[in-house]
């Protein structure tokens, strides 16, 4: 697979930004069909899970600090995946990356067994 991930920035809080990861796959299995979603790491910290879906029932899971802001949508006509960021905060500047595949853990989306596509995107939230 190759990606092209695009759409950080700088933003000031409260804002929103929109984040496309287009995939580029050989793979068999039809984007549609395929687990994936973002993970983010912020400055010296763990890289945690963001929000992802899963094929299998075609729910988006969402971690409690982005729950009611991030939206995870999916193009399959584009083999784009997107993460809409509305209500921006600081805490949010991270860089994010869009990961195949889908791990979810009491509830939340893991980073567990998740490997990035690419380098990941910058997104920088101003007070």
């Known amino acids: 697979d190759q990606v092209v991930e695009s759409g950080g920035g700088l933003v000031e809080a409260g804002g929103s930004l929109k984040l496309p990861c287009r995939v580029s796959?050989?793979?068999?299995?039809?984007?549609?069909?395929?687990?994936m979603g973002w993970i983010r790491q912020a400055p010296g910290a763990e890289r945690e899970g963001v929000s992802c879906?899963?094929?299998?029932?075609?729910?988006?899971h969402y971690a409690d600090s982005v729950k009611g802001r991030f939206i995870l949508s999916k193009d399959n006509t584009k083999n784009t995946l997107y993460l809409q960021m509305n209500h921006l905060k600081p805490e949010d500047t991270a860089i994010y990356f869009c990961?195949?595949?889908?791990?979810?853990?009491?509830?939340?989306?893991?980073?567990?067994?998740?490997?990035?596509w690419g380098q990941g995107i910058s997104v920088n939230v101003s007070t």
């Open positions: 990961t195949p595949g889908c791990t979810v853990i009491g509830g939340s989306p893991s980073i567990v067994g998740l490997r990035p």
């Open positions: 796959t050989l793979s068999p299995l039809p984007f549609e069909k395929r687990p």
């Open positions: 879906i899963t094929t299998s029932d075609q729910i988006t």
